[in-house]
């Protein structure tokens, strides 16, 4: 039995991670799960106190055993990504990817290693050699929406519901790629996330967020900012809120300085705060084309 399926023992920790539910992976209870899944177990509350910022950690509970243990290994190939030793990542992620095409965990995180790192195409090479793993399939379809292939996305998501149709994550994988589709496809996603949003035993902040989007999308910017409000007060230091609450601001025409200055504060390499830079730079290159000059 596949043990991410509705059936098999590993769902719930699974599901609890894709929901952003991190510490409620961390604290979950292995020690009921059969021998063979132990291992995977572990792999996804390590990935979740890396998505807690719990790098330092990590990196030392796999000290040692990654050498013996891919899994492990690839662990630490994304551990080294977050400390922001990016070259290491990248030698140790080749070298698994080239010794293990055929593990999950090599697949999954050896991909987002190289993604992260704008190695698109080497990261689909290595995903695509996966065999009915529904976490590659969900990378698959993130990085095609990066590369603005929605088709080969859509694509994607079709071919998963084939064998996966009530999969949580196919689910959120099909929401992404309905998000960028438009259209009635908007109101598809936002049933998605408010489902998991409003119900105790799944709300997290990136079910908040992703609500917030639909919302945003179908032009309901009092309902997004309710949203992100309430969200905020419950998680003031989840970076992806307030970057969403960022953009909700700058769309109706609220000031921004004050959540910058947060986001800041809780992650300053955000992928929004550089690309606000970038943008600004960009600004006053071409407005210094056009600055007067004044005659000797």
Same mark, same amino acid.
């Given at each position: 039995?596949?043990? /991410?399926?509705? =059936?098999?023992? *590993?769902?719930?920790?699974?599901?609890?991670?894709?929901?952003?539910?991190?510490?409620?992976?961390?604290? /979950?209870?292995?020690?009921?799960?059969?021998?063979?899944?132990?291992?995977?177990?572990?792999? *996804?509350?390590?990935?979740?106190?890396?998505?807690?910022?719990?790098?330092?950690?990590?990196?030392?509970?796999?000290?040692?055993?990654?050498?013996?243990?891919?899994?492990?290994?690839?662990?630490?190939?994304?551990?080294?990504?977050?400390?922001?030793?990016?070259?290491?990542?990248?030698?140790?992620?080749?070298?698994?990817?080239?010794?293990?095409?055929?593990?999950?965990?090599?697949?999954?995180?050896?991909?987002?290693?190289?993604?992260?790192?704008?190695?698109?195409?080497?990261?689909?090479?290595?995903?695509?050699?996966?065999?009915?793993?529904?976490?590659?399939?969900?990378?698959?379809?993130?990085?095609?929406?990066?590369?603005?292939?929605?088709?080969?996305?859509?694509?994607?998501?079709?071919?998963?519901?084939?064998?996966?149709?009530?999969?949580?994550?196919? #689910?959120?994988?099909?929401?992404?790629?309905?998000?960028?589709?438009?259209?009635?496809?908007?109101? !598809?996603? /936002?049933?998605?996330? %408010? =489902?998991?949003?409003?119900?105790?035993?799944?709300?997290?902040? *990136? !079910?908040?967020?992703?609500?917030?989007?639909?919302?945003?999308?179908?032009?309901?910017?009092?309902?997004? =900012?309710?949203?992100? !409000?309430?969200?905020?007060?419950?998680?003031?230091? %989840?970076?992806?809120?307030?970057?969403?609450?960022?953009?909700? #601001?700058?769309?109706?025409?609220?000031?921004?300085?004050?959540?910058?200055?947060?986001?800041?504060?809780?992650?300053?390499?955000?992928?929004? *705060?550089?690309?606000?830079?970038?943008?600004?730079?960009? /600004?006053?290159?071409?407005?210094?084309?056009?600055?007067?000059?004044?005659?000797?």
């Amino acid at each position: 039995m596949d043990p /991410f399926s509705t =059936e098999g023992e *590993l769902i719930n920790i699974h599901n609890a991670f894709h929901q952003g539910q991190y510490q409620n992976v961390i604290d /979950f209870d292995t020690s009921a799960l059969s021998p063979d899944n132990h291992l995977t177990a572990r792999i *996804l509350q390590l990935r979740a106190q890396l998505a807690l910022g719990q790098t330092a950690e990590v990196l030392s509970a796999v000290e040692g055993e990654e050498e013996k243990n891919p899994d492990l290994a690839a662990v630490k190939a994304l551990a080294q990504l977050t400390a922001g030793d990016a070259e290491s990542a990248l030698q140790l992620t080749q070298e698994l990817a080239e010794n293990y095409p055929e593990n999950a965990s090599v697949q999954v995180l050896g991909g987002t290693v190289l993604q992260a790192q704008g190695r698109s195409e080497e990261a689909l090479a290595v995903l695509t050699k996966h065999q009915g793993n529904l976490e590659a399939v969900a990378l698959i379809v993130q990085i095609h929406l990066q590369q603005n292939r929605v088709d080969l996305a859509l694509k994607e998501v079709q071919a998963a519901k084939r064998w996966a149709q009530d999969s949580l994550l196919v #689910n959120l994988a099909e929401s992404w790629v309905g998000m960028r589709i438009g259209g009635e496809k908007y109101q !598809s996603a /936002f049933y998605v996330y %408010e =489902e998991l949003a409003s119900a105790p035993g799944t709300s997290a902040p *990136l !079910s908040i967020v992703g609500q917030a989007v639909a919302e945003i999308h179908l032009g309901r910017l009092p309902e997004a =900012e309710a949203a992100l !409000s309430a969200a905020l007060e419950k998680y003031p230091e %989840e970076a992806e809120l307030i970057a969403n609450a960022i953009v909700l #601001n700058v769309l109706a025409g609220k000031p921004t300085e004050e959540l910058e200055s947060r986001l800041q504060q809780v992650q300053p390499s955000h992928a929004l *705060l550089a690309d606000i830079q970038e943008k600004s730079e960009l /600004f006053d290159t071409a407005a210094s084309k056009y600055a007067p000059r004044v005659a000797s």
